[in-house]
Every structure is written in structure tokens, then in C-alpha cells.
């Protein structure tokens, strides 16, 4: 038994949804632990492309910058469906924290107002001086955003407040849904 956390050991794993707002609070404090993530896109031939990215958050959008001419544009082109992985770089069971983002990217172009505002959210500056680029202006490159129709929400230490560990949004949905856990 672990004395410095039982409630890892308690079985079965509770299964109760946490309040929605709650929910997408800890959602925003995972996106907010990093600015890595993993996308995934599908290939021509069904396969997926998966990309460390560099992204930034507006509420549970993210905005990322892609390489022009990249698989990844090409791919969300042709099929704007798109799952993002996201997890807290830490170890061990107690602090298991991350999310799987699943949704559409649309590609915003230069100048738009969609691209205006992304590139409010997105820190452009760093990654342009890290590359030594001028940080005079944005590139003038299309920017993608992100917009979640599923979120899968895992953290362990949900179990010692009672609730499941891995939470589902939808964004269609105004109850939170849950997976159920072992022995569950």
C-alpha cells in the first residue's frame, strides 16, 4: 500500500463526472503547463502524420503556426479533422495530467480577422527569434486554429476528489461524460 497515496490504490476507480465548468478549468490549466503538442493529421491514403507543434490557447482553442508547403497543410486541406495530444512532462501515477483534443483545423489566412486575432494569441515573437527572424512584423503565413468537438481529460488525482480520471467534453454537450476505469 502506498502511504504516501492510498486513494491511487482504491478500487474500483471512482466513476463520477466533474461539473462542466470545473472540467474545462483543469483542461486549461494542461494547455497552459506547456506550448508542445503532438497533431495528428491524415494522410492521402488514410494514414496519420503525427508533428510536435508549437501551440497557444484562447479559452480551449489552440492556434499553431505550420510550416507552409508542410504534410500537415496539405493534409488539413484535404481533411480538417485532427486529433492533438497534450500531456504534463512529469512521471509516476500521481501526476498523470494530459488531454486529447479532437476536432477540425481551419487554415486562416493572412490579414483576415480570424488570422489577426490568432496571431494575437500566438507568441510568434519567440519562435521568430529563436530562428532569427526580424520580430519587427508576424510572418505573413497562414495560421491554423484548433476548435475541440471532444476533449479527453486524464489526471489520477481525480480519484482522490471521487471523481473518474479520464473526463470527456464535448462541445456539443453540456454534461461531462466519463471512461469508466478499471473494475469500474
Known amino acids: 500500500m502506498s502511504l504516501a497515496h492510498p486513494w491511487l490504490e482504491q478500487e474500483p476507480w471512482p466513476t463520477a463526472a466533474m461539473p462542466r465548468d470545473e472540467l474545462e478549468k483543469r483542461i486549461e490549466r494542461v494547455l497552459t503547463l506547456t506550448n508542445i503538442a503532438y497533431l495528428a493529421t491524415v494522410k492521402k491514403d488514410g494514414s496519420p502524420i503525427v508533428s510536435p507543434v ?11 503556426l505550420p510550416q507552409p508547403k508542410s504534410p500537415k497543410i496539405w493534409a488539413i486541406r484535404r481533411d480538417p479533422r485532427v486529433s492533438i495530444a497534450i500531456a ?6 500521481a501526476c498523470v495530467m494530459g488531454c486529447q483534443i479532437f476536432g477540425k483545423a481551419t487554415l486562416l489566412d493572412v ?15 519567440a519562435s521568430s527569434s529563436e530562428v532569427g527572424r526580424p520580430l519587427i512584423e508576424a510572418p505573413r503565413v497562414q495560421l491554423a486554429r484548433i476548435d475541440p468537438e471532444r476533449i479527453v481529460f486524464t489526471e489520477h488525482l481525480n480519484r482522490k476528489y471521487g471523481y473518474a480520471p479520464r473526463q470527456i467534453w464535448l462541445a456539443d454537450q453540456q454534461e461531462t461524460q466519463v471512461v469508466p476505469g478499471r473494475n469500474a
Open 54 to 64: 508549437e501551440y497557444y490557447i484562447d479559452g480551449l482553442q489552440l492556434y499553431i
Open 111 to 125: 490579414d483576415t480577422p480570424d488570422w489577426q486575432h490568432g496571431m494575437k494569441i500566438f507568441k510568434w515573437q
Open 88 to 93: 504534463n512532462p512529469m512521471a509516476g501515477w
